[in-house]
C-alpha cells in the first residue's frame, strides 16, 4: 500500500533562513507527487506538483526516486509562508490523493 | 465561477443521530472526492465519483458511510448512526479529469462534531 511521511508535525524557522519540508513515500510503482498547503482560514490548495518542475512562491521540490523523498524547499522564508503544508502521491492510473499527517511551518520574524 | 461549495459549514450532532453532508463541485467538473481531516491523522480518501458512478469506495470507514452524486453535479455523504470517532473534517474535492495531471480543487470542509 501507498504511504506518505512527513515525520515533523511542527516546524519554526526564522524569516529569511532556509526551509526544509520532509516527505518520504512508499510505493512500488510511478507515483506523481505534490504539495499543498493550507493557510490560516483559507481551503486547501495545491502548491506545486513534481511533473511541472516549476518554483511556486520561491518554493521548489524535487523528486528522489532513490531515497523515495519530495522535500519542498525555500531558501529564505518569508513570514507569508507560515502555513500547514500536505505532501500527497497520486498513482497513475488512480484518482485519489494519499496524503502524509501535514507540517505546521511558522516562520518567526 | 465559484469554487466548491460544502454544506452545512459546522454541524454538531449527538451520537446516534444520522447526517447528511453537501458537496457543490465546480461547475463542469466531471470528478468528485470526499476526504476526512480528524486530529493528528492528515487527510483521508473516502470515495472517489467518475459522473454519477463511484469506482473507488475504498476508503469508507464502515457501512454507516454512503454517498451519492445526482446529476453528475452534486453530491451527499451521509453518516447513519454517528459515533464520537467520526468527529473531523469532512473535505469535497472536484477536478476535471482528462488524459494530463490534473488538480483537485478543495472546498472549505464541514466540521462535524457528535457529541
Known amino acids: 500500500a501507498q504511504r506518505v511521511t512527513q515525520p515533523e508535525k511542527l516546524l519554526s524557522v526564522f524569516k529569511g533562513a532556509p526551509v526544509e519540508l520532509k516527505c518520504n513515500y512508499s510505493?512500488?510503482?510511478?507515483?506523481?507527487l505534490f504539495w499543498y498547503v493550507q493557510y490560516s482560514r483559507q481551503r486547501l490548495q495545491l502548491l506545486l506538483r513534481?511533473?511541472s518542475r516549476e518554483s511556486i512562491k520561491g518554493f521548489t521540490a524535487d523528486l528522489n526516486k532513490g531515497e523515495t523523498s519530495f522535500h519542498l524547499k525555500k531558501p529564505f522564508a518569508q513570514e507569508e509562508d507560515s502555513a500547514m503544508y500536505y505532501c500527497?502521491?497520486?498513482?497513475?492510473?488512480?484518482?485519489?490523493?494519499?496524503f502524509g499527517t501535514g507540517t505546521r511551518l511558522t516562520i518567526i520574524p | 465561477g465559484a469554487g466548491v461549495s460544502q454544506s452545512p459549514s459546522n454541524k454538531v450532532t449527538e451520537k446516534g443521530k444520522d447526517v447528511e453532508l453537501r458537496c457543490d463541485p465546480i461547475?463542469?467538473?466531471?470528478?468528485l472526492y470526499w476526504y476526512r481531516q480528524s486530529l493528528g491523522q492528515g487527510l483521508e480518501f473516502l470515495i472517489y465519483?467518475?459522473?454519477?458512478?463511484?469506482?473507488?469506495k475504498s476508503g469508507l470507514p464502515s457501512d454507516r458511510f454512503s454517498a451519492e452524486r445526482t446529476g453528475g453535479s452534486v453530491s451527499t455523504l451521509t453518516i447513519q448512526r454517528t459515533q464520537q470517532e467520526d468527529s473531523a473534517v469532512y473535505l469535497c474535492?472536484?477536478?476535471?479529469?482528462?488524459?494530463?495531471?490534473?488538480?483537485?480543487?478543495f472546498g472549505p470542509g464541514t466540521r462535524l462534531t457528535v457529541t
Open positions: 465519483f467518475q459522473g454519477n458512478s463511484a469506482p473507488d
Open positions: 500527497a502521491l497520486r498513482d497513475f492510473g488512480n484518482e485519489k490523493l494519499t
Open positions: 513534481h511533473i
Open positions: 474535492a472536484s477536478s476535471s479529469s482528462g488524459l494530463t495531471s490534473y488538480e483537485q480543487y
Open positions: 510505493y512500488s510503482g510511478s507515483p506523481e
Open positions: 461547475s463542469g467538473h466531471t470528478a
